[in-house]
């Protein structure tokens, strides 16, 4: 498995595929998350915004590979092991993404309250913070599988139906992307960090359950 996830790694970084994700989050970012802002709610940003880019590098990554290719691979180490090699690429580097950021995040944010009076412990914020993070990488991986190849083939439905998901993951009452992101910036509102461990959890039996789901379509249909 080693060996799969260098070659998927080296695959995602030559390709230089990566980029728009990369350069959406980043302008995401640059407007909705300033220097000086409370802390918890640029912690709550950047989570937020880091989910559609997680979906996003799933569906990169598990088609980043031609045909012919994927074929050899497939056969050499079976099309599951390949298939679940790309996509804990594309959760690792949204992971690695976003805790980079959320340490730049912490760095440049005020830590106070949304009033801008209470302070806010700017270790457990970043604590909280990078599990928000976590939560909504993890989910964002498990909407990238299953609306992408082997899940969805036609580009057309895939597209929209990521979209749509991710939107849905975020917005929707109990998605533990909402509830992790609800939890900082609600508790920005009274300077008071909320450790999202309930829905880190539970966005990782979700990802799990997805990514099993996707892997086990790839040995019955054809790329």
Not at 125 to 143: E, M, S
Not at 161 to 167: F, M, Q
Not at 201 to 223: E, G
Request: with cysteine; hydrophobic share 55%; proline share 7%.
């Amino acid at each position: 498995m080693t060996a799969l996830l260098r070659y998927q790694t080296a695959l995602l970084v030559r390709s230089q595929r990566w980029l728009p994700p990369f350069l959406l989050y980043t302008a995401s970012l640059g407007i909705g998350v300033q220097g000086g802002q409370p802390l918890l709610d640029s912690l709550g940003y950047a989570a937020a915004f880091l989910l559609p880019v997680a979906a996003w590098l799933v569906r990169i990554c598990v088609a980043n590979e031609p045909p012919t290719a994927r074929a050899v691979v497939a056969a050499a180490v079976g099309p599951a092991r390949a298939h679940l090699a790309s996509v804990l690429v594309a959760l690792t580097s949204a992971a690695v993404l976003g805790t980079i950021t959320t340490a730049i995040v912490t760095l440049i944010s005020d830590p106070v309250g949304s009033d801008h009076q209470r302070r806010v412990p700017v270790l457990e914020a970043a604590g909280a913070g990078l599990l928000a993070v976590l939560t909504c990488a993890l989910l964002g991986t498990a909407v990238g599988a299953l609306t992408a190849w082997p899940v969805l083939r036609s580009t057309g439905r895939a597209v929209p139906a990521l979209l749509l998901a991710a939107l849905l993951a975020l917005v929707v009452s109990g998605s533990p992307a909402h509830a992790a992101v609800s939890g900082l910036v609600g508790g920005s509102h009274t300077a008071t960090v909320h450790t999202p461990v309930l829905p880190l959890a539970a966005a990782a039996l979700l990802s799990a359950a997805a990514i099993a789901a996707s892997c086990s379509l790839t040995s019955r249909r054809s790329p």
